[in-house]
């Protein structure tokens, strides 16, 4: 019977300088492998997905990040284990680590839409294994359980960002999409006060995410999902009840060019 810590967990108890295991079942288990630095960049999540023994990295994060999300990798795997990075996005807080990844490793698959596939290799001088994702999305079979859905999810914020669906928990991890920027600069794993969450949502993506047009678009891809938990690159993760009303509160809020141009009017 799967288990998933992840619902009973609290910001006091946590303890972010180990890898934090969020769903257990015999074969599958998912994992925050994030680093919280305390400087002067942005904060940021990555998760591993662990499957009959192979393991998926979701967001490798920034240069800085390789060796300790290694070290968290074989605290709970094996590093070497990983057969595939998953990138939501091109920035740097996603992707500067790739080329020591590859290093580590030049059998990894690479998984990002079709669109970075062309700049990736600005970031070094690998041959790649690059398994794109296209508009109409990518679907990896795992071995033991589930799949692993890739969606496109255009335009939020990138032109080709990319949210993924572990069918086996239920969890949708959405990139940049859902982030959270606390004032204290706290880390919050996950969300304590609903009202102090929305504050610390509405700049980000108000900026970020680029039109109500490509919200409402996304939004209708997520109908037919089961959705257990919403976890994003940066801040709190949703869980239970806070999925519906993260789904309410981003498909009212006017964001990108439809907030930005509007107020200049
Ligand atoms: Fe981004
Ligand atoms: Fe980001």
Redesign the pocket.
Known sequence: MPISPLMSLSNKDTDYTQPIKLYDDVHHQIYWVGIYTGGEE?ECNSYLIVNGGEGFLLEPGGYDRFSPILDKVNQVSSAEAITHLFFSHQ?P??CASLPSWLEFNPNLNVVVSHLWVRFLPHYMAYNVNYMPMRDDGLVIDLHQEGEIQCLAAPYLHSPGSMVVFDSASGFLFTG?IG?SLYRDAKPRLVIDDWNAHVVAMKGFHQRYMSSNQAVTGFLEKLKDLEIKAILP??GAIFRGEEIERYIDWIGHLPVGVDYLYAAER
């Open positions: 942005i920035d807080d996603v940049d982030a690159q940066h």
